[in-house]
């Protein structure tokens, strides 16, 4: 590849709406590949702007960053993914969003629901947990739907940033 066709880290960061230190972050984690000018700096092929993109939109789906890892695996190296890789690697994720969007939804409803009854009673009240009796069942919030109940993944901080202009790194998930 020649050098004009690489990306500084800067347009890289500014295009695809990150932090430099996030794109660094995401180079160190394996997510991106870059290399470096003779200058030392760091530089980035234009396909790098669809995996960080795919990053991002797995991110805000609910993936961590290892099922993130995962799935940019089974992309292509040296080619800008097609339409079909990214159909297929969403393809997977199909059941457990729709699962997500289920359990959002009778957490919306359970709530207009709760909230317009007027009973203004706990003690009637289907969400009210006297005495902790849902903490039998196990730790966690019980009364939300399965879906909306599976462990998080661990939020990290990323890392700092590296000069007074620039965002520190949004917390990522690992």
Not at 27 to 43: I, W
């Amino acid at each position: 590849m020649r050098p004009e066709d690489l990306l500084p880290i800067g347009e890289v960061a500014r295009r695809a709406g990150l932090a430099t230190s996030a794109v660094r972050y995401y180079e160190r984690e394996g997510l991106v590949q870059g290399e470096r000018s003779s200058g030392g700096q760091r530089r980035y092929p234009r396909n790098v702007l669809r995996r960080l993109a795919f990053i991002r939109a797995a991110q805000n789906v609910g993936l961590s960053l290892e099922e993130v890892r995962s799935a940019l695996t089974a992309l292509p190296d040296g080619r800008t993914p097609t339409p079909a890789d990214w159909a297929r690697l969403s393809h997977t994720w199909r059941a457990r969003l729709d699962e997500q969007i289920a359990g959002l939804t009778a957490l919306r409803d359970g709530l207009t629901s709760c909230i317009g009854c007027g009973c203004l009673s706990l003690s009637r009240c289907a969400l009210s947990n006297p005495d902790d009796s849902a903490g039998n069942s196990g730790s966690g919030a019980r009364y939300l739907p399965p879906a909306l109940r599976r462990p998080r993944a661990r939020i990290v901080e990323g890392p700092p940033a590296m000069s007074p202009d620039e965002h520190a790194v949004p917390a990522t998930v690992r």
